[in-house]
C-alpha cells in the first residue's frame, strides 16, 4: 500500500461548482501536508500547505487536515476552467510522498 | 529568468548508451532532489541532496546515479539508459529545514 492514497479521477465538474479532492495517508510521522497542482505539460506548483489539524484558507482554495483520520482535503470554491489541472497532495516529515493525483476538468 | 532549470527539456536515447539530466536552481536553497513521473504511479522521489556533501537514495534509486556539484546544481545520470526509464524527470528546491519544494519545468526522457 502506497503511504498516501489520491483517487485518479477524472473529476469533470460545470463552472462555478465546489470541488472536494481527497488523500489518505498512512503514516502516523507524517507533520507536513501540502497540495501541488500540475498543468499539463509542466512542473507541479506548490498551492497549499499546512502542518496542523485544520482548516487553512487561500482565495478560492481551502486546505483540511484531520490527522485523527489521516485525512487530507483540498476545497475549491468558485471553480474556474483554467483550474482544470492535475491536483497532488503530499506529505512527510523529512521527504514529502506524493499521491498518485488527480485531474480536474471543469467545463464552461 | 525561472528559479529552477533543467537541461535538455526533451532527449530521446536509445538502451545502453548513458545520459545526464542537469538541474540548477537560483534560488539558494540547500535542498535539492530529483523524481521521476510516469502515468498511473505518480512522482517518486530517485535521489536527495540536503547538502553538497549529503547524497541519500529514495524510493527508486537502482539505475540511476547523482552528482551535487555545487550548492546551486544537481545532476542526475543514468549510466545505462533502459526502456523502462522512460518517464519525465523533475528536479526539486527546498530551503535548510523547509519542507516545501519546488519544481523545475521537467525533461521528458525517451529511451529506444
Known amino acids: 500500500q502506497k503511504e498516501v492514497e489520491q483517487d485518479p479521477g477524472p473529476l469533470s465538474v460545470p463552472e462555478g461548482a465546489i470541488v472536494s479532492l481527497n488523500c489518505t495517508y498512512s503514516?502516523?510521522?507524517?507533520?507536513?501536508f501540502m497540495w501541488y497542482r500540475q498543468y499539463s505539460r509542466k512542473g507541479p506548483e506548490l498551492l497549499m500547505y499546512t502542518y496542523s489539524s485544520g482548516n487553512k484558507e487561500d482565495g478560492r482554495f481551502t486546505a483540511q487536515v484531520d490527522k485523527s483520520s489521516k485525512y487530507i482535503s483540498l476545497f475549491i470554491r468558485d471553480s474556474q476552467p483554467s483550474d482544470s489541472a492535475t491536483y497532488l497532495c503530499?506529505?512527510?516529515?523529512?521527504?514529502?510522498?506524493f499521491g498518485k493525483g488527480t485531474m480536474l476538468l471543469v467545463s464552461p | 529568468d525561472a528559479d529552477v532549470t533543467q537541461t535538455p527539456r526533451n532527449r530521446i536515447t536509445k538502451t545502453g548508451k548513458r545520459i545526464m539530466l542537469e538541474c540548477s536552481q537560483t534560488k539558494g536553497h540547500d535542498r535539492m532532489y530529483w523524481y521521476r513521473q510516469d502515468p498511473g504511479l505518480g512522482l517518486r522521489l530517485i535521489y536527495y541532496?540536503?547538502?553538497?556533501?549529503?547524497?541519500n537514495k529514495g524510493e527508486i534509486s537502482d539505475g540511476y546515479s547523482v552528482s551535487r556539484q555545487a550548492q546551486a546544481k544537481f545532476s542526475l545520470s543514468l549510466e545505462s539508459a533502459i526502456p523502462n526509464q522512460t518517464a519525465l524527470y523533475f528536479c526539486a528546491t527546498s530551503a535548510h529545514k523547509q519542507e516545501t519544494q519546488y519544481f523545475g519545468p521537467g525533461t521528458r526522457l525517451l529511451v529506444l
Open positions: 503530499a506529505s512527510g516529515y523529512s521527504t514529502l510522498t
Open positions: 541532496s540536503f547538502d553538497v556533501k549529503d547524497i
Open positions: 503514516n502516523s510521522a507524517f507533520q507536513y
